[in-house]
């Protein structure tokens, strides 16, 4: 998949946590505490590093997403991909993923249909739900809802590249649970 990845422009990823600045990139997500998955110091911050170097160009033209997968927010919410940018890339591609934790914020509701909305906990879920968006929860044990499934990479070993469901209500299916995972796993408990 291609990996689309949110970052702050003028500062590295390790500063801008270190800053309190991941705001303006992840929004309101409650795992900016230390409990995000995502290891900072690895792939975002090579990345950056990259970019800095002048190492990415302009993206010429939509046709390198073409017939491919796309995963929107490696790092960083997707709600920050202007939407329109975002719907094009997505009618290219050959399939999408995506999560956002910004699913209550008013501005933000044409995403529903391309990403996920990011929940901790079962209230979180019915709340997203309630509101029209089909959910991605990250949770310490699988017991499912009855608008649930476990992910299939956890029950079949399916790759996100192979099976797209977290590609918001544009996919008709159940919602999607999956056990806690990443750097942040051991904190999962200070948001539930």
């Not at 990845?5 to 705001?23: F, M």
């Not at 940018?85 to 044409?110: E, M």
């Not at 192979?162 to 990443?182: F, M, N, P, Y």
């Amino acid at each position: 998949m291609i990996q689309v990845w949110i970052l702050v422009k003028n500062e590295s990823p390790l500063d801008a946590r270190k800053h309190g600045h991941t705001g303006v990139i992840c929004g309101t997500c409650p795992l900016q505490n230390g409990t995000c998955y995502v290891d900072l110091g690895k792939a975002p911050q090579g990345i950056w590093k990259a970019y800095k170097r002048g190492s990415y160009p302009k993206l010429p033209s939509l046709e390198v997403f073409a017939g491919k997968t796309v995963r929107f927010g490696a790092y960083g919410d997707p709600v920050y991909i202007p939407f329109t940018l975002l719907r094009d890339i997505a009618r290219v591609s050959r399939g999408f993923t995506g999560y956002t934790h910004q699913w209550r914020n008013p501005l933000y509701q044409a995403y529903r249909g391309y990403v996920m909305a990011s929940v901790e906990t079962p209230d979180g879920m019915s709340a997203a739900q309630l509101a029209g968006w089909r959910t991605f929860r990250v949770a310490s044990n699988l017991e499912t809802s009855p608008a649930e499934i476990i992910c299939p990479n956890t029950t079949r070993g399916i790759s996100c590249h192979d099976c797209r469901l977290c590609a918001g209500t544009s996919r008709q299916a159940k919602s999607i649970l999956i056990e806690v995972h990443g750097i942040g796993k051991k904190h999962l408990s200070t948001i539930n």
